[in-house]
């Protein structure tokens, strides 16, 4: 995860500006939120699963003002149903974008190194 790159994106909740971002602080946080392990959690977050997508938002959205420091666990005093409804498809886009990416010169030297196994 050490490629991980740190996206956010500008959310409102209640009449607060927020952001969601997603790093290595959010994996943190969320594993001691959920008590799961993040790799499980992207199969649980894609599957739409409501407990994994609000530890996710507790674990990533911050005050505008103070964008080092998560919410946590102050995200369950907001409307759930509302922050599922309307931010589930912005954690599944914003851990997708923040995921390493291969590039595609790396693609192709592992392309030429299962070429040459092969042989």
Same mark, same amino acid.
């Given at each position: 995860?050490?490629?991980?790159?740190?996206? !956010?994106?500008?959310?409102?909740?209640?009449?607060?500006?927020?952001?969601?971002?997603?790093?290595?602080? !959010?994996?943190?946080?969320?594993?001691?939120?959920?008590?799961?392990?993040?790799?499980?959690?992207?199969?649980?977050?894609?599957?739409?699963?409501?407990?994994?997508?609000?530890?996710?938002?507790?674990? /990533?959205?911050?005050?505008?003002?103070?964008?080092?420091?998560?919410?946590?666990?102050?995200?369950?005093?907001?409307?759930?149903?509302?922050?599922?409804? /309307?931010?589930?498809?912005?954690?599944?886009?914003?851990? !997708?974008?923040?995921?390493? @990416?291969? /590039?595609?010169?790396?693609?192709?030297? @592992?392309?030429? @190194?299962?070429?040459?196994?092969?042989?």
């Amino acid at each position: 995860m050490a490629n991980l790159t740190k996206k !956010s994106k500008e959310i409102v909740l209640g009449n607060k500006k927020y952001i969601m971002c997603f790093d290595m602080n !959010s994996i943190n946080l969320f594993q001691e939120l959920s008590g799961m392990g993040f790799l499980n959690a992207i199969h649980l977050i894609n599957k739409y699963d409501d407990k994994a997508l609000l530890y996710f938002m507790a674990s /990533s959205i911050r005050p505008k003002d103070n964008p080092e420091v998560p919410i946590g666990e102050k995200l369950f005093e907001f409307d759930i149903i509302g922050l599922l409804l /309307s931010h589930t498809l912005d954690v599944i886009e914003l851990v !997708s974008a923040s995921m390493p @990416q291969v /590039s595609n010169n790396k693609k192709k030297v @592992q392309q030429k @190194q299962k070429r040459k196994v092969k042989k």
